[in-house]
């Protein structure tokens, strides 16, 4: 039987004092010595027990927050603020107890082994339940902007001690297996400010750098094409959100570099001016390739 030492507060006499006893007369004086409950002893950590909650943590998931195509939809200006509301408690109340995982060793591993279970059975739903009609890259587009735009601000929302690693280990395992689809991690507040806006879009920012104004004949035609013919299209909306997720980012990183006047000068002759010249000439496809390369190529650059 393991006893517990005790000191009585009065006359210092110390006392042996059995287990799941409440309450003691000290021997030596008479005080009434109320017993504090034993130290919890903290179990080692084992690694395998660690691992095994993660994954019920991940397939305890509900099939709903895994829909990609059906919650991007819902990534408007109008809807997102009460579709992230609805979605933000239900799917963090599956970390609950992740908290007990970060304090132990090698906690960032496991935030890196949460992310790659979680990306693996987003990709798994959406494979399973394809989209018809959808290009062949449908479905992974649509699991970046998932991830991007409602688990990892739903998980920073948490202001968790372990949210901003738990986020980074999503983003580290996303872009180790996806380099050409890297992604970052941001707020609901930085994506929900982004809308109210309207977004800095990369073709504002060159045009504003160049002193033309907002309703330019060039920003009103790329807008043209951006409301008609892309959005016609079979990844038109998928792509405008997308674009609508990275443009502030790659702004923002445009901005803090030392060139960057030539920077837009250089966007604006290798990319927006052959743009419009697509236009021009009625080849809206051409148009959107060349548009697409440059956004392809800000983000294999900055990200």
Wanted: with cysteine; net charge positive; aromatic share 12%.
């Amino acid at each position: 039987m393991d006893f517990q030492k005790i000191v009585c507060e009065r006359c210092a006499t110390q006392t042996d004092v059995a287990p799941n006893v409440l309450t003691i007369r000290c021997p030596a004086c008479g005080h009434i010595i109320e017993i504090p409950p034993p130290p919890q002893q903290k179990l080692p950590f084992d690694a395998g027990r660690a691992l095994a909650m993660i994954e019920t943590m991940v397939n305890s998931i509900d099939d709903k927050h895994l829909n990609a195509n059906a919650i991007m939809k819902h990534f408007t200006a109008e809807n997102y603020p009460f579709s992230f509301k609805l979605y933000q408690p239900e799917f963090t109340n599956t970390l609950k107890d992740f908290a007990s995982l970060y304090s132990e060793p090698d906690s960032d591993l496991l935030c890196r082994h949460y992310g790659k279970l979680l990306i693996g059975r987003v990709l798994t739903y959406i494979k399973d339940h394809p989209e018809k009609g959808q290009p062949k890259n449908y479905g992974l587009y649509s699991v970046s902007m998932l991830v991007t735009t409602y688990m990892i601000p739903s998980i920073l929302a948490m202001e968790a001690p372990f949210s901003d690693a738990l986020a980074d280990g999503i983003v580290a395992e996303w872009n180790r297996a996806y380099p050409r689809q890297k992604i970052k991690k941001g707020t609901f507040d930085a994506l929900q400010t982004g809308f109210y806006k309207r977004w800095c879009f990369i073709t504002t920012a060159v045009c504003e750098s160049l002193h033309k104004p907002d309703d330019c004949e060039e920003l009103t035609a790329l807008r043209h094409f951006r409301d008609t013919y892309l959005l016609r299209q079979p990844e038109g909306p998928l792509l405008i959100q997308q674009y609508y997720l990275f443009a502030p980012m790659l702004v923002a990183c445009l901005d803090r570099q030392p060139n960057a006047p030539a920077l837009y000068r250089s966007l604006w002759q290798r990319y927006l001016l052959p743009c419009l010249l697509h236009l021009q000439a009625s080849q809206p496809e051409s148009c959107k390739r060349h548009y697409m390369r440059m956004i392809s190529s800000l983000r294999k650059r900055f990200f």
